[in-house]
Structure formats: C-alpha cells, structure tokens
C-alpha cells in the first residue's frame, strides 16, 4: 500500500534521539513520501536539511522527503523583509515542494490578527512568484467560529484571482488538518484546494469531521499526521510520526465505505499532482 504523509514535523527536536528509526518506520509503513513542513526560518532550514538527510539523528540520505517553507501565523510577527528574502531563496531548493506552513490562527493569537493577514498575503505572493502551492493553516477559537476560515477563503480568493491563467486547480494548495466542518467544506472545493485529513479523524466525537471525510472528492483528499502533534488512535497521547498516518487513511475508508488501499493509492496519487515529484 502506497502511502504519503503530507504534513509532518519530523525536523523538530522531538524527534532528534530517534529521527533515522522514525523514518525507517514510515517506510516499512508503505510511505513513499513526507513533506516536512517549517514554521519559521530556523525550522524551515532544518527541513530543507532533512530532505538533504543532513539532519541529526540520520544515519543516512532519505531521499523520500520533501520540504516546505514559511512562517506560520504563530510567528507572522516575525516575517520582516529579510526573513521573506531567506525563505525565497530557501524556496529554490530542489527539494522544496510549497510554501508553508501558512495561515490565520485565531485560536491561539501568538501574532495580531492584521500581523497574521499581511505575512500570509506576503507569503501567498512568494508562492504565486515562484509557482508553487500553498500549505495553508486555518484555525478559529471554537468550532462554531468561521472568522479565521473566512479571512482564509478571502485571502485565497484574492490569492488565486491573481494568478496567470493555466495555474489551475490541480497546483493551488491544501487546506492542511482541516478544522471547518462541514458547513465549510464547498467553500474550499469552489477554490479549488485540496483537504487534509489528520488524526483528529479517529477521534470518538469527531463525527463531523468523519463526515467531511466521507464528502471530499477522492480527487481532493490528502492525508497527513501534522505530526509530533495529533497523534491518532490507537496512540493518541503519545508522540506521533508518519507511519502512524496508516490510522488516518483506515478511518476515512470507513466513513468512506470503502478500502483503505483505495484511500492510499488515490492520496498518494494526489499529493503527488500537487506537490509536483515524480
Ligand atoms: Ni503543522
């Protein structure tokens, strides 16, 4: 079974003791991918170094990772000049598939909500120079509030309206661990991203999110562990890592009332369309 996981944190410190054991996993898992996502320029140098396989605890190249860079909203305050200009030439890294993670969290506020919109916009304008996709972050303070996902939806209008013609829909982005619910799920189709399936999906009372799951196009789904956070069941409370993104998929094939290899071969399949590798 063919598996990616298209959201992970394996570059962050919680993984330096074992980081060569946890990717080995992942590919005894069936992983063919990970995409290592940064979230500042520290971290997004570090996962540049991991799909290098020059990061600690690495016994040797893992040439089955892939790198995104940016600066999440937690640290949007950060986001001077100099620090874009460091993540543009990042970004050309031959191993670098997207800018992110990026976004508006109105959860947690470390940034001001206006600090939040001008550094995802600036970075939305990295990504449409450079030609590609966007890993985005939207999170609100309940899950009844829509503000932070509709600011999201209005920056990513914007965003893809000004983009060339031909920049179609199959290399937008991902609305990563998807949070919106149902109400707000054809918004997102309508943009023409994709939607990332974390494991909060396993999760007993997570009905509505399982039934997003069941309603994405197959066309449009990704899975992801948004690892070391979100741990799955059946180790949820512990540590997560890519392997672990198997949880996810067998979840979805049950909402979805079909097999967890259709669910494998149809997200491999699509993170592959969007985030470009062959
Ligand atoms: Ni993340």
């Given at each position: 079974?063919?598996?990616?996981?298209?959201?992970?944190?394996?570059?962050?410190?919680?993984?330096?003791?074992?980081?060569?054991?946890?990717?080995e996993r992942a590919r005894k898992a069936g992983l063919?991918?990970?995409?290592?996502?940064?979230?500042?320029?520290?971290?997004?140098?570090?996962?540049?170094?991991?799909?290098?396989?020059?990061?600690?605890?690495?016994?040797?190249?893992?040439?089955?990772?892939?790198?995104?860079?940016?600066?999440?909203?937690?640290?949007?305050?950060?986001?001077?000049?100099?620090?874009?200009?460091?993540?543009?030439?990042?970004?050309?890294?031959?191993?670098?598939?997207?800018?992110?993670?990026?976004?508006?969290?109105?959860?947690?506020?470390?940034?001001?909500?206006?600090?939040?919109?001008?550094?995802?916009?600036?970075?939305?304008?990295?990504?449409?120079?450079?030609?590609?996709?966007?890993?985005?972050?939207?999170?609100?303070?309940?899950?009844?509030?829509?503000?932070?996902?509709?600011?999201?939806?209005?920056?990513?209008?914007?965003?893809?309206?000004?983009?060339?013609?031909?920049?179609?829909?199959?290399?937008?982005?991902?609305?990563?661990?998807?949070?919106?619910?149902?109400?707000?799920?054809?918004?997102?189709?309508?943009?023409?991203?994709?939607?990332?399936?974390?494991g909060p999906v396993t999760f007993p009372k997570a009905?509505?999110?399982?039934?997003?799951?069941?309603?994405?196009?197959?066309?449009?789904?990704?899975?992801?562990?948004?690892?070391?956070?979100?741990?799955?069941?059946?180790?949820?409370?512990?540590?997560?890592?890519?392997?672990?993104?198997?949880?996810?998929?067998?979840?979805?094939?049950?909402?979805?009332?079909?097999?967890?290899?259709?669910?494998?071969?149809?997200?491999?399949?699509?993170?592959?369309?969007?985030?470009?590798?062959?």
């Amino acid at each position: 079974m063919n598996l990616v996981d298209s959201h992970a944190h394996v570059h962050f410190p919680r993984f330096d003791k074992d980081r060569d054991a946890v990717i080995e996993r992942a590919r005894k898992a069936g992983l063919t991918a990970i995409v290592d996502v940064g979230t500042n320029l520290a971290s997004s140098r570090a996962a540049v170094a991991l799909a290098e396989g020059l990061a600690e605890g690495l016994a040797e190249g893992r040439d089955f990772v892939y790198a995104a860079v940016g600066v999440h909203p937690h640290d949007a305050k950060t986001l001077t000049p100099a620090i874009l200009d460091e993540i543009r030439s990042l970004a050309r890294h031959p191993k670098v598939v997207a800018i992110g993670e990026i976004g508006l969290d109105y959860y947690r506020n470390h940034s001001p909500h206006p600090t939040q919109r001008r550094a995802f916009a600036q970075q939305l304008g990295l990504a449409a120079e450079l030609n590609l996709p966007v890993i985005v972050h939207s999170r609100d303070s309940t899950d009844q509030d829509r503000r932070a996902h509709n600011d999201v939806l209005a920056a990513l209008r914007d965003w893809t309206a000004s983009l060339p013609m031909g920049r179609t829909d199959g290399r937008l982005g991902v609305i990563h661990s998807y949070s919106a619910g149902v109400s707000g799920l054809d918004d997102v189709l309508d943009l023409g991203f994709f939607v990332g399936i974390s494991g909060p999906v396993t999760f007993p009372k997570a009905n509505d999110l399982r039934i997003v799951a069941a309603r994405v196009p197959l066309d449009r789904l990704l899975v992801e562990t948004d690892c070391p956070y979100l741990t799955p069941k059946p180790y949820r409370g512990r540590r997560n890592e890519p392997a672990y993104v198997q949880y996810v998929v067998e979840e979805i094939a049950v909402a979805r009332d079909t097999t967890p290899k259709a669910v494998a071969e149809a997200t491999t399949q699509n993170a592959r369309r969007l985030f470009g590798w062959r």
